[in-house]
Every structure is written in C-alpha cells, then in structure tokens.
C-alpha cells in the first residue's frame, strides 16, 4: 500500500510522540552486520583508489544527516517532525527522523548513484547535434529522488509504521522536491568539482553536521 500524503490522524501524532530516540530496547546483532557491510563498501573503494566514488558517498550522506538534523529541530519548535521512524520498525533510532538501517543505507546511496553514472560523465540525454539534452547527470539524481520518493511512499503504508508523516500538506511530491533530489545532485555532482570547491562543500558540510550534534544533542534539542 502507499501513502501519497500526511493524514493529521491522531494515531499518527501518537506514534510520534511515543518515539524513543537513541533507546537501546530493540537493539540487535544487526546493528554490526549493517556497519561491517559500509565498512566493506568505503574500504573496497579505497583500496581501488576510487575516491570519486567515496567523494560522492559523503557529500550525500552529509547533506542527508543536515537535513536530519534540521527535521528534528522541527520536532523540536513545532511539536513534530516532517517525518519520522517508528520504535516497531528498527533497531535503533538516531533522531527522531532517521533510524540505523536507514542512515546506513544513506551511506552508501550516493556510491551506488555515482557508480550508475555513465563512463562520460559529460555525456547529456536527448541531445541533438550535440546540443540541448539534459545532463546524465541531473537526468540521474532525479530518477533517483523519483526512485527514493516512491519507495518512501510504500514505507509510509507500511503496518508497522516504518515512515510517519504527521503534515498533510507533507508527503511524496514534497519530500521529492525538497529532499532527494538535493540528496543525488551532491552525490553526482560534488566528485567532479574543482578540488578545492570538491573539499571546501565536504569540509562544510562535515563540520557542520559535527558542529551542530555536539551542541544541540547535549540540550536536548534533538
């Protein structure tokens, strides 16, 4: 079944309000076998000194952790995040809007987009002459965010409540817009930057993300 917007039920708030973040109740083994696969993927890609491909992998998962941050402080002011993971479906929760397998599974989607590129990574779609078309790598991050958004629908409808949107005005085309499709523009198109502009997003990026976990986990904020 999917869930194409937020329903504002009453259900929906209390799940929300029943979350426990960072709680170990559920943990499991998992959580290990999970974090030995990301440590094989980067690894795999270092010892082939693929860095491009690592490049992409942290300049999306570094944008997915500051927008995860940014739902929780959203949380946090307005009573409930834009979405959220149930306490029923994982192992643990991260924030109140992302739990382990989801994070990791951040992890390694900007590899796996980068990777889906073609070989020229100038190449452009539709072109005629030469010119026009679009760039394989725009035409990628969107069928991506396309890919990421559907999926999160199913997620929504799932019966354990694996994705909770609260909004009604929240759901699959805003989620789409908003979320993914900058989620896949960084992975495919920060390897390729200049070095220093390539270092300076990563570096601001990271340092952010380090930056606000240090002061806003400690007052409780998220």
Known sequence: MFVFWGDGSQEAKDLVKSIIVRSTENFNWTFIFILSVVFYVYWSEINKKNYKAIYAGLA?????????IGNAIIAHVFGYPLWSVSNASTTFILLIGVCWELSMMFS????????????????????????GGIS????????????FALFESFLAGTSNHSFIWVYRWWGVIPVFITTYIPFFLASNYVPDME????????????????????VLIPLGVI
């Open 60 to 68: 999306l998962y570094g944008v997915h952790w500051l927008y995860e």
């Open 108 to 131: 390694l989607a900007g590899i796996i987009s980068f990777k889906m590129l073609p070989d020229d990574r100038n190449a452009r779609y539709f072109a005629k002459d030469g010119k």
């Open 136 to 147: 394989c790598k725009l035409a990628g991050a969107l069928s991506m965010a396309l890919l």
């Open 195 to 214: 070095p220093k502009k390539r270092n300076a997003f990563l570096m601001g990026v990271w340092g952010l993300v380090a930056l606000l976990l240090v």
